[in-house]
């Protein structure tokens, strides 16, 4: 007769051995793939595509294989990637699919799907942005909030703005000045808060003249301060200094090479160099620093070095490109191995 301590104990005996087995490999063509093709001298080269855990190394413990094998297997993959960020060892990606916020932690090997407290859904996660001490803030669209994720944290907690937002969605943090820019679509402009949520100034309003915006979406902020706002429906890319004062923009409508019909990420290099991710194009577009374009990366297809409907855009201190690639449930890392142009 076997009794529920027998069964327990085939059950732990069964998960132990199965614990030992191997994860199935991701398995990807090694061949090498760079932008532009030959006989152009490379600028950008291919690195891999990230959609679950295990493509990091990070596998499943004993006691959550327990959990799957009592209640059946909870999926940890991408579903519809929007934001990505690296902070240290750590990947983070914003999934409205998801509901929540997947963190990588490759360092100690663990995987969390973070959501907002009592385990509520974060409904649009759209924008992420690394803090001075290790903590990520989160835009929420829907939810019309951001979030904070503490370092080591198991939730994200909302992060209490003195500020009425309409639609949230870019954000960018400077952790000199503890201000938090925060891009709100529907109010065409960009907030400027400082470390204790109070709005200390904003720029824009809708319009099509210099500093003015329509519908804007994401934001980068380069280490030297300067921020680039995607201007969705005017078609173009802003930069501002740190106050918010006007600097620079380009970009138009069109279907060629270098125009701008659907912009979403924006990110820079070391060297100064522009991405742009554009959906339509279902590519990556880079210019130098006066909005000259050099290269596009990336066409429609599900392959590596393809896209569908690409989204978000981080780019690392080493160089390491981080596209959220959404309609293929993926993050794909490229690297620039290129020098200054």
Known sequence: MTTPMHALAALCL??????????????EDKTPLVWPAEPDAPRVAYVRAISRP????????FFQRVADFLFGRDESHLIRPMA?????DILYVADPGAQGVHRFDQ???RYDLLQAPDKQP???????????????????????????????????????????????TGIAYDPAAGRLYLVDTGEHSV??????????????????????????????RTPQGILYVTDSLNFRIQSFDANGRFLAKFGRHGDGS?????????????YGHLYIVDSIFNAIQVFDGSGKFLLS????????????????????????IYVADSRNRRVQVLRYIGGPT
């Open 107 to 109: 360092k100690s090997g």
């Open 84 to 88: 990505v960020l690296v902070v240290g």
């Open 122 to 168: 974060l409904i649009s996660p759209v924008g992420l942005a690394a803090g001075a001490a290790g903590e990520v803030y989160v835009s929420d669209s829907a939810l019309r909030a951001v979030f904070v994720i503490r370092p080591g944290a198991e939730e994200a907690e909302r992060f209490k703005l003195q500020a009425d937002l309409v639609r949230p």
């Open 54 to 61: 295990e493509d990091l190394g990070i596998t499943r413990n």
């Open 258 to 270: 270098g125009d701008l019909p659907r912009q979403k990420g924006v990110a820079t290099d070391h």
């Open 14 to 27: 069964a998960l132990a051995l199965a614990s030992c087995a191997p994860e199935a490999p991701n398995v």
């Open 297 to 320: 990366i990336g066409a429609l297809g599900h392959e590596r070095g393809e896209f569908w409907l690409p989204t978000g855009l981080f780019i690392g201190e080493d160089d390491k």
């Open 191 to 220: 907030g400027i808060f400082d470390r204790d949520g109070k709005l200390v100034s904003s720029f824009g309003g809708r319009g099509t003249a210099e500093g003015e915006f329509n519908f804007p979406t994401l934001m980068w």
